[in-house]
């Protein structure tokens, strides 16, 4: 075609010389939402991002509505135990019925495992890697000492859960124990029995202790670990071991400089970390609210708590005196629909519905000072400790003529510690049965109690109490029963074949 | 790699050398030729038939009367006559008149397909290519392309899974190609990948859909064709003296396509309920009386409500009836306030015409589908020009731009999400009133003597409490408004009658902007003063190629050689926020909310640069063989693994042609084609599949990371390598075509999660480990029974059968992942679940089967859930899908049905269980099955006994897997198309009135679930098929 001139031919040509000069560079991309592990463990401060968003995912992941995070945890050992009578409502009506948690199948199973591995090969990370970065040595011992106290609380959640007391039988197998950062190549690792997970639990704490010695945290933090965390969780760990002293001494290291609060801040509704009581917590905000919605299973009086399912068991309100500051947070409810159960106001939402997630207050290192001297024999130390916290709360000091000590503080662990998550964890590290009755009289009739509705109204209605008082198999309830054991998932018995 | 793309060069400077060759020239000769063509059978004239010289672009078409008239310049030309539904005829283009008669045939071979990177003659293609064609669409009242395509091109799965308008059907072609990365097609439109949203493409601006179905037809397309490729031609101007103006206008109306599951009465509910409570309470250990008594108690304070008013204060007696007397006040529908018969309207207009040197076709079109879900809806304006000129003897330009708007109004209507508005009706008991009532049933009136819309604060929370959607969703918003802009322009440069380069770009352009409001004066906003989520996404995909194509007869040899080389850019870029307590009622904007909750966004760029190329070579109209190769680089690998290439053979013998065969004449086409290639799939789901990853996750104001993804510097695509091979047979004139292909589709290197111990912090590592195989066959049978002069039927059959099988897993141990299994032999869609054992019939006990040392079934039982076996049930795949085509046309009349069916496959319904409840979930509707729960006299069931703890009965097991198979009629038109004497008299050339009917009826066997699911096997709480009546006219001038 004698139309087409040469030039266009060389126009054309270089039309294509230009593409395939001129992408080929073009191939490498980046991800703007993710960063890559060698960029991150290059220096100190990019390590404390892990540290950071570890925390965030252990609070902040949601499952399900009903496992909004490690808030779910403790809602979880509440619902299980004797003082709180959950309702019908959605969330944890099944772990109450004991239907849930040694059902290998279920959600809630999957969740917790997931989420404790998932902080530990975060942490492992951060032990592992934080020596080869450039920073100074307070920077990574900061590092390595908040890693450390994180995996210990996963190891510790692991050990108290997943099997019976280490007081019964410290050679049962319990769950895998892995230190080091997983690669594709890391194989599924079988179970570690009590004693190891214990010795890896006391070692990093007490490692993690001595690394945060230096450690001034800003009183605002309460959600980063210090030394008094680390002191706590260790605290823990040995009252679960019963190394008693070593528990005392530990909670009253913890405690130190967290003085109890007054009446008013006990009627503020346990939801922020400013509380001086608090020694570690997990703070919300407008854009990280995640946790929160464990309120609307706590809160039973706020109209912005969705299902309130927290109620308390109407015998709980007996162990409590008049005076005592705590009794004032009983209250009949008397709206539509919830008529007669028992509202224990102790956890109110914030105003814009969020709330602070309270892991460690010094009352529970008084009471853990309390029976750490009591069962190693300190009869004086622990009844000052007990003491400390009752006059606290105003409620009747301790004599002899009360009756056992350490019962004693038990009791005053279930009433201090109410839906703080101790419930279930305290019946197996003691091997003690749950103990539930319905509201009933004694020709086994509903008992009748008086509300007042919203318009003011008195009314006499059915109380309301426990539901499930038996297990599941019709059993009443014992000491050391596998329902009250968390099951290892099915999908990790699938894919662990050393486990 | 370096070299790779050195040689390739070296292939497009040989193909440029071959440009500058002198071209060997016919002196040219102008001649017109002129006629009319007609029906063969009836005589009458047909318009809009294209006529063109054989081997060149632009032609014209038939007027309405039928005549035509062509400029012709070659001495040796052919002219060529084709219309849809009928025979191709070719002439030798002698100077005069040349009248033309077209047969109708069930299949036509010399249709022109569009096929990757050109078109081709439907006879001449070795591969494996079905076709829709415009009119197929035409009579459907589909507001979204992709579920048009449901039973009508064997091989081609479409599945709706939601009735949503405006939501996209998964189209998958000849089974699942991937099991981790995607398995959609490659949507190809107007000659260029398409990186558009497939819901902006007006149906009726569709010229012919082409599906690419094996390796010979789409490995062309290299790392992007392996789940095959769906190529989208919309439609161009015919020269003609006059435009052509087409106007189409249908009216009418939605409804649910099935009736949901059937509920309990409000009566059988409260005896029920309280036989649970009765059964808790005797297993807590309480008497029988006080068992009995404290159930009756409680009854109406576990419901938080009494609808049998205070008269009745305890309405379930101590003998679990009803008390004598008491009658239920209200039994209030949700579905009454929540749904609604929908209104559908759709107008389209269209301008088209052109003349020898140029051609457009503009059109505009308005649909408004308003769903049957109040506040649910999708409307859509659109606009398309297409325009062709030929600029100069040797250079072709073209310019095609669509440009759409579409607002799709979407309250939640999947998830189990207490918002949603479909599952809202399916959990919430008529004895929840909608309107607030007084004790004795009457309405509760406000000041101004209104009815109160019932937020239900004492409403358990299986109930939904303090939610009334009819009364928020009005206030509420749930848009999604995307704009959606698609350029198309070439030069093609004809540098001889036998080689053309062609330089094509494209940019797809979409902004999706979604405003979700929650008001603050009523409903769930009231606690938090409502909230606002505003996110913008940008999507731009550009795609430049330049191809050359050389084509050329010598004697009896036929070559079509084409190179060329192509780059995608693709990028994603979004942002959303959230925000909170609204200052003042009747704003809806984040500017008047002021609690900042979330600001959030990133980008995302993918690319790819593509090197091809394609050889055919035909001998004698007899033997055809192809060969194609393409090499793809992609970003989303590693710099070592980054390139792959794809590959294809293909041959076919036209044994009709063959000089033994010459003389039967009833015999009108005998061909075998066979296929084979490897094509690549590097659509992982991940942008950056390679690096190890954390995700950012911040907190509490200070930078978080966290890990996301081991490294995995090995991974690479995925391949699939593909035999196809078929006869084609068409017979008495056309009349009957059959075409029947077996394919053998081996994925390889598959995309895998490797799985790991949830312990070690992961789930999983991605590796290309593993095959699978989809055989199968594809079968078309096109027949026309009748064909008169007053009467023609045509009769469509396609359907196709594949079997999914995994031929090797990454590990020794089967992998699980859910409630599927993937195991050596099974399908992709295999489901793993206990096996229902029945009800304990001595205690009602929900039971399942246990599985022994080695995972097999026993005989032994257990009513613990987690103790159960897991077994392999059977797939989700259906065994033969298809659909049946009817065409009748009488004198003016014509009726157009589609039935489509997919037989086999099981689904896992996880939306009734919401109502199967033991009696955990108190507030919570019951499906009328409940009434067939185990009691000490109805020992033989297979629901269990009522109680209030959870028994765990409903958790995913055989109990509720249910057959799939269904048979739907998609379509059905009637339509009367008015004499043409009458017509012209008012200046009109054709108008045709019809009535249309969408999913008109279904045949299925579990009633209340739709069984158009996803291919998983799974329900969702979806949006249900909705049943679309309506009315139109078309009318040209």
């Excluded at chain 1, 400013?274 to 109209?303: C, K, M, R």
Aim: aromatic share 12%; charged share 20%; proline share 3%.
């Amino acid at each position: 075609m004698n139309l087409f001139a040469k030039k266009y031919k060389i126009y054309l040509l270089s039309i294509f010389v230009l593409a395939l000069s001129g992408c080929k560079d073009q191939l490498d991309t980046m991800p703007t939402d993710a960063v890559t592990d060698t960029e991150i463990y290059k220096n100190t401060s990019n390590i404390q991002t892990v540290i950071n968003g570890t925390w965030r995912y252990l609070n902040d992941t949601y499952f399900t509505f009903a496992n909004p995070g490690y808030s779910a945890f403790m809602r979880t050992s509440d619902a299980m135990a004797n003082d709180v009578a959950v309702t019908t409502k959605y969330g944890y009506r099944d772990p109450y019925a004991f239907t849930e948690l040694f059902d290998r199948s279920t959600n809630r199973v999957n969740a917790f495992w997931t989420l404790l591995y998932k902080v530990i090969d975060n942490t492992n990370n951060v032990i592992a890697k934080t020596e080869q970065a450039e920073g100074t040595r307070e920077e990574k011992d900061l590092l390595i000492g908040q890693a450390k106290t994180l995996r210990a609380f996963a190891y510790l959640n692991f050990a108290s859960y997943y099997q019976f007391s280490y007081l019964k039988d410290k050679n049962a197998l319990t769950v895998p124990i892995y230190t080091e950062p997983s690669t594709t190549a890391t194989q599924g690792k079988p179970k570690a029995s009590l004693e190891e997970i214990y010795a890896l639990i006391t070692s990093d704490l007490t490692d993690a202790i001595t690394k945060l010695e230096g450690y001034n945290r800003p009183s605002a933090q309460k959600y980063r670990v210090d030394a008094h965390v680390a002191n706590g969780l260790l605290a823990r760990a040995y009252l679960n071991m019963g190394q008693w002293e070593l528990a005392a001494t530990a909670a009253a290291n913890a405690a130190e400089g967290f003085p109890l609060m007054n009446a008013e801040a006990y009627y503020a509704g346990f939801n922020d970390a400013q509380n001086p009581e608090w020694i570690w917590g997990h703070l919300q905000t407008t854009d990280q609210s995640t946790a929160s919605y464990t309120f609307h299973y706590l809160d039973v009086s706020s109209s912005g708590s969705f299902y309130f399912s927290f109620m308390a068991d109407p015998f709980f309100k007996d162990h409590f005196a008049p005076q005592d500051v705590r009794t004032a947070l009983f209250e009949w409810d008397g709206l539509p629909g919830r008529e007669g159960f028992l509202r224990y106001k102790k956890f109110k939402f914030k105003q814009n519905l969020i709330g602070d997630i309270v892991y460690m207050r010094s009352s529970e290192m008084w009471l853990i000072q309390a029976e750490g001297y009591a069962r190693a024999g300190q009869q004086v130390e622990a009844v000052n400790a007990l003491n400390t916290l009752r006059e606290a709360r105003n409620a009747t000091p301790y004599i002899a003529q009360e009756g056992d000590l350490v019962e004693a503080i038990l009791l005053e662990r279930r009433k201090e510690l109410w839906g703080e998550g101790f419930g279930l964890s305290d019946i197996i590290r003691n091997q003690k049965s749950v103990v539930r009755k319905s509201f009933l009289d004694d020709e086994g009739s509903p008992i009748k109690v008086t509300i007042t509705t919203p318009a003011g109204e008195q009314k006499q209605v059915n109380g309301q109490g426990h539901r499930v008082v038996r297990f599941p198999d019709g059993n009443a309830f014992e000491a050391n029963s596998r329902y009250y054991i968390f099951a290892i998932p099915l999908v990790e018995q699938q894919q662990n074949p050393n486990l | 790699m370096q070299r790779k793309l050195t040689t390739i060069s070296f292939i497009f400077s040989l193909l440029l050398a071959l440009a500058v060759l002198p071209a060997h020239r016919v002196a040219a000769q102008q001649r017109v030729v002129e006629g009319v063509i007609t029906e063969s059978l009836t005589g009458q004239p047909i318009a809009g038939v294209s006529v063109r010289v054989v081997g060149q672009q632009f032609g014209v078409s038939s007027q309405e009367d039928g005549r035509y008239r062509i400029e012709v310049k070659q001495a040796d030309a052919r002219l060529e006559f084709s219309y849809v539904g009928y025979g191709t005829v070719q002439r030798p283009a002698t100077a005069g008149r040349l009248d033309v008669a077209l047969e109708a045939a069930s299949r036509d071979l010399g249709e022109v397909v569009v096929v990757a990177y050109g078109t081709s003659r439907r006879e001449n293609i070795t591969g494996s290519v079905g076709t829709i064609n415009g009119k197929q669409l035409e009579n459907r009242q589909i507001s979204n392309l992709s579920k048009g395509l449901e039973g009508q091109v064997p091989g081609l799965q479409a599945v709706a899974a939601s009735g949503q308008p405006g939501t996209d059907a998964t189209v998958r072609i000849r089974g699942i190609g991937s099991i981790n990365a995607s398995s959609n097609p490659l949507y190809v439109v107007d000659g260029n990948p398409y990186a558009g949203d497939i819901n902006a493409i007006n149906p009726n601006d569709i010229e012919s859909i082409s599906v690419l179905k094996d390796a010979a037809s789409s490995a062309l397309y290299g790392s992007r064709g392996a789940n095959g490729v769906i190529i989208v031609t919309t439609k161009k101007g015919r020269a003609s003296d006059r435009a052509a103006i087409n106007l189409n206008v249908t009216k009418g109306i939605s409804n649910r396509a099935i009736q949901d599951y059937k509920q309990l009465s409000t009566d059988d509910y409260f005896q029920l309920y309280w036989e649970a409570l009765r059964n808790k309470n005797l297993s807590n250990g309480l008497a029988a009386d006080v068992a009995a008594r404290n159930a009756s108690a409680a009854v109406v304070t576990d419901l938080g409500i009494n609808p049998y008013g205070s008269n009745f204060p305890e309405p379930v007696g101590l003998d679990g009836r009803l008390v004598s007397g008491a009658k239920a006040l209200w039994d209030d529908s949700w579905t009454d306030v929540l749904q609604r018969t929908g209104q559908r309207l759709q107008a389209d207009l269209s301008i088209s015409g052109g003349g020898e040197k140029h051609s457009y076709f503009i059109s505009g079109g308005y649909l408004d589908d308003q769903g049957i879900a109040i506040g649910s809806g999708f409307k859509r304006y659109n606009v398309r020009a297409n325009i062709d000129t030929k600029a100069r003897e040797w250079l072709n330009a073209g310019f095609n731009v669509a440009a759409s708007s579409t607002l799709q109004q979407f309250p939640q209507s999947e998830d189990s999400n207490t918002a949603n508005i479909i599952n809202f009706t399916r959990l919430t008991p008529g004895f929840y009133p909608y309107y607030e009532r007084e004790a004795d049933g009457s309405y509760r009136l406000d000041a101004a003597g209104n009815r109160i819309w019932d937020f239900g604060e004492y409403r358990p929370s299986a109930a939904i409490p303090r939610s009334n959607l009819a009364a928020s969703l009005p206030l509420d918003k749930n848009d999604i408004q995307r704009e959606n802009a698609s350029v198309r322009t070439y030069l093609e440069a004809v540098f001889s009658d036998n080689l053309k380069f062609r330089s094509t770009y494209s940019v797809d352009y979409i902004n999706r902007n979604d405003h979700f409001y929650v008001n603050p004066s009523v409903g769930r906003g009231v606690e938090y003063l409502g909230s606002v989520n505003k996110s913008n996404v940008r999507t731009v995909g550009q795609t430049w190629n330049n191809i050359l194509t050389y084509d050329k007869q010598f004697g009896l040899h036929h070559l079509n050689v084409l190179g060329g080389q192509e780059f995608y850019s693709f990028q994603t870029t979004n942002m959303s926020g959230s925000r909170q307590r609204f200052v003042l009622p009747g704003l809806d904007e984040p500017v008047a909310a002021s609690q900042l909750n979330s600001f959030t966004g990133l980008s995302q760029d993918y690319r790819l640069l593509s090197f091809l190329g394609r050889a055919e070579y035909g001998y004698d109209n007899r033997y055809l063989l192809s060969g194609s190769i393409r090499t793809d680089g992609s970003s989303r690998f590693a710099a070592g693994t980054r390139w792959g290439t794809f590959w294809s053979l293909g041959a076919a013998w036209k044994i009709s042609n063959e000089s033994f065969l010459q003389d039967q004449s009833w015999l009108d086409q005998l061909t075998w084609r066979a296929s084979y290639g490897g094509q690549g799939n590097d659509n992982l789901g991940v942008y950056y599949a390679y690096q190890g990853l954390y995700s950012i996750l911040n907190s509490l104001g200070e930078g978080g990371t966290v890990t996301n993804r081991l490294a995995t510097p090995d991974l690479k695509w995925e391949t699939n390598l593909n035999f196809n091979t078929g006869v084609d047979v068409a017979i008495l004139k056309n009349r009957i075509a059959l075409s029947v292909e077996y394919f053998n589709r081996q994925s390889k290197d598959l995309l895998f999660t490797m799985p790991m111990a949830l312990s070690t912090g992961y789930t999983g590592y991605d590796a290309n480990i593993g095959t699978m195989r989809n055989t199968g066959i594809d079968v078309d049978i096109r027949t026309i029974p009748v064909r008169n002069e007053n009467f023609r039927w045509n009769l469509d059959l396609n359907f196709s059968h594949f079997k999914n099988r995994i031929t090797e897993l990454p590990t020794a141990n089967n992998i699980i992942r859910g409630n599927k299994m993937l195991r050596l032999g099974g399908s992709i869609y295999d489901f793993y679940l206990p096996t229902w054992a029945g009800v304990n019939p001595e205690d009602g006990s929900p039971l399942w089967y246990k599985a022994d040392a080695d995972g097999m079934q026993t005989e032994e039982t257990t009513s613990v859930y987690g103790d159960a076996g897991r077994f392999i049930q059977g797939s989700s795949l259906p065994t033969l899908v298809g659909g049946i085509t009817n065409n009748i046309t009488y004198k003016n009349f014509d009726l157009n049905a589609l039935l489509s069916f997919s037989l086999g496959g099981q689904i896992l319904d996880n939306d009734y269980i919401q109502l199967l409840s033991n009696g955990n979930n108190p507030g919570r509707a019951w499906s009328e099955e409940m009434l067939n729960r185990w009691t000490p006299e109805n020992r033989d069931t297979d629901v269990p006994r009522l109680t209030t703890d959870n028994l765990n009965w409903t958790s995913a097991s055989t109990r509720f897997l249910y057959d799939g198979s269904f048979a739907r009629l998609k379509n059905l038109s009637v339509g009367y198309t008015f004499p043409e004497a009458m017509m012209t008299r008012i200046g009109i050339s054709r108008l045709r009135v019809f009535i249309q009917g969408e999913n008109l009826f279904t045949l299925y066997k579990h009633k209340g679930m739709d069984p158009e699911q996803t291919l998983e096997g799974a329900t969702y709480f979806r949006y249900p098929a909705i049943k679309t009546f309506s009315g139109g006219v078309q009318i040209a001038l």
